[in-house]
């Protein structure tokens, strides 16, 4: 039960696939060293694991559980959360990650708002359910093979450690919510056509399109852009 302070020392903390670690408690825990997670960690509290020249790593078989008002925040040095199991977030409430955000595994997203604005990459499958709210900001690589979509809000924002924001999608962008983009300096480019749009707004921002597309809807204002 991890309740504040800070892990540190050479090498990495192991959490075996019997382990269960809880963050709880409002104080907040620093990261300096590597977690390898291959069981069950819960995130519970409103506080904040700030990351200083730490990496979390969810492995295949770890399970990931953000079940509070919690922040996963950049302290300093190199950090970054790279997911190959199951992150899962519930409640209606907003839980951040602000630190890079590599995603190879399974997202079980199932209410409340989450937000990645520490960029990184999605090589896997993110669904926003109706209802739901995901703010990306910063740079995110979308390899081929990933999928981006869902009936919930999805929200381009801008990031204040990134002075150009790009979202090139070489796998899938098909949601049928809401999308937004929210800051001039802001590129997303599309190479597949939507199925079923939702509304588009741009407020700032550029968007391009590389396929043949049928809009519900498209609202353009300030300095937008669309290709």
């Known amino acids: 039960n991890w309740m504040g302070g800070t892990m540190d020392g050479p090498g990495r903390t192991v959490i075996g ?4 670690l809880h963050l709880s408690s409002g104080a907040p825990k620093h990261l300096h060293r590597t977690l390898d997670n291959a069981g069950r960690t819960d995130f519970t509290d409103q506080g904040q694991l700030r990351f200083w020249d730490g990496i979390f790593n969810n492995l295949a ?9 919690g922040q996963l925040n950049y302290h300093a040095g190199a950090y970054q959360f790279n997911n190959t199991g199951t992150l899962t977030k519930t409640g ?10 590599h995603h190879q595994g399974t997202l079980n997203f199932q209410e409340g708002t ?19 709210t995901l703010n990306l900001g910063g740079t995110f690589a979308h390899p ?14 801008p990031s204040n450690r990134f002075s150009n924001i790009t979202h090139e999608f070489l796998g899938i962008l098909d949601p049928t919510g809401p999308l937004t983009v929210n800051a001039f300096n802001i590129a997303l480019t599309v190479h597949n056509t939507l199925t079923r749009p939702g509304p588009i707004t741009l407020t ?13 809807g498209l609202t353009l204002s300030g300095s937008a852009a669309l290709g």
């Open 114 to 132: 989450l937000s990645l604005t520490g960029g990184g990459s999605n090589a896997s499958d993110i669904t926003v359910p109706e209802g739901a």
């Open 92 to 101: 209606s409430f907003e839980t951040s990650i602000s630190v890079p955000f």
């Open 144 to 157: 081929a093979g990933s999928s981006l979509n869902g009936a919930g809000a999805i929200h381009f924002v």
């Open 204 to 216: 700032n921002g550029r968007l391009d399109f590389n396929a043949d597309q049928t809009l519900s």
């Open 17 to 20: 696939p019997e382990g269960i």
């Open 61 to 69: 078989s770890g399970e990931f559980n953000l079940l509070g008002e």
